[in-house]
């Protein structure tokens, strides 16, 4: 019997804890990291910013509390799943491993430090701190390719076997589509051993929407990157991923097909898409204008699975919109603390925080 019962139970608990818009607002009217570190001291997040210590610099101290808040939170979690709620866990945070490998490969083709790499990651709970730092310590992306191999690894194979087309940075797309396509394998595995709860009151299985707006969401990044860089993919069944929801090969074939970046989000603003793409903001300087686009698709998933969790609060949504939820302020108090350390002005620093959705 899944325990997802008592599991929803405790994350009505640890929801909680999760920053209100008032917190982020008192945040973002501190000008400096010294008062955000005191102002994080106050909060949940004071346990793990002393476990720091003192003598480290504010900015490396508040990201070494939310690797370890976030570690903590994983293995709280880990700790009270079992059976179908294990890997339920399992599946989502999938996701956000997925996302960790490809910036280690991101950082290695262009030939980024160790240092720089690891600054970008957050532990996701299946590559804890140390594996992390292994990875970003390898030489090169065939070096990191082996080493996932030894550790049995699922993403080692697929990346190895990429790296025999790869040729030079501009090409990356060819070790991401590989990436990508593993994790949906894993993902569909995982989703035939788990059983659900029982669907919500529109038949819906939260977890098999996890999935599905997944793959509408890397698909539709894919295709904007191909457009932005003007990436002709001619094998698109190689580098787009099945399962979709919203975006059919039609659908992606029309967006790959714009002219301009412009009107590539133009037809992609459609369905659930819609409002966040509307909605974009101008990017700050300096920020490349897709990281923007991806903070607004970000949200898609976020009102997909509180509206989900809300009409059925025993099922899954509950788990995945915690996580989601979770991630999303790690991210969100990372770019406060980065923005402060350069500056950035509080227009441009809006297009890159999810506060509301």
């Not at 004071?46 to 504010?58: A, L, W």
């Not at 040729?167 to 990508?180: K, Q």
């Not at 949200?299 to 991630?327: I, M, Q, T």
Request: net charge neutral; charged share 30%.
């Amino acid at each position: 019997m899944s325990d997802i019962f008592f599991l929803n139970t405790r994350l009505r608990a640890m929801r909680a804890k999760l920053l209100s818009r008032r917190d982020y607002d008192r945040l973002l009217a501190l000008p400096d990291l010294p008062g955000i570190v005191s102002a994080l001291r106050e909060g949940p997040y004071g346990r793990s910013i002393d476990s720091v210590g003192g003598g480290t610099p504010e900015i490396a101290r508040i990201e070494e509390a939310l690797r370890r808040d976030f570690s903590e939170t994983l293995s709280r979690l880990s700790a009270i799943s079992s059976g179908d709620c294990a890997e339920a866990v399992r599946l989502v945070l999938g996701r956000w491993d997925l996302q960790a490998v490809k910036t280690v490969v991101r950082g290695k083709a262009v030939g980024a430090s160790a240092g720089e790499i690891l600054s970008a990651l957050v532990p996701t709970g299946l590559h804890d701190e140390a594996a992390l730092e292994e990875m970003c310590r390898q030489p090169d992306l065939r070096a990191l390719a082996d080493l996932l191999v030894t550790w049995r690894e699922p993403w080692g194979r697929p990346l190895l076997r990429a790296l025999n087309e790869y040729r030079e940075p501009r090409e990356l797309h060819i070790l991401e589509s590989a990436l990508d396509r593993s994790w949906f394998q894993q993902a569909e595995d995982r989703l035939r051993s788990i059983r659900p709860p029982g669907p919500g009151p529109d038949g819906e299985d939260a977890l098999s929407l996890f999935v599905s707006l997944s793959v509408d969401t890397t698909n539709l990044l894919t295709a904007l990157k191909a457009v932005e860089e003007r990436i002709v993919l001619a094998d698109r069944g190689r580098h787009f991923l099945p399962g979709g929801r919203v975006f059919d090969r039609n659908a992606i074939d029309r967006i790959l097909a714009s002219p301009t970046l412009e009107e590539a989000l133009e037809e992609a603003s459609v369905s659930l898409f819609r409002g966040p793409l509307a909605a974009l903001p101008s990017p700050p300087a300096g920020i490349p204008f897709l990281a923007v686009v991806e903070r607004q698709v970000d949200r898609v998933p976020l009102r997909a699975f509180r509206a989900l969790f809300r009409v059925d609060p025993l099922g899954w949504g509950a788990l995945v919109s915690y996580l989601l939820d979770k991630l999303r302020e790690v991210r969100n108090l990372r770019t406060i603390v980065r923005a402060r350390l350069v500056d950035l002005p509080e227009a441009g620093l809006d297009g890159l925080l999810i506060l509301e959705y």
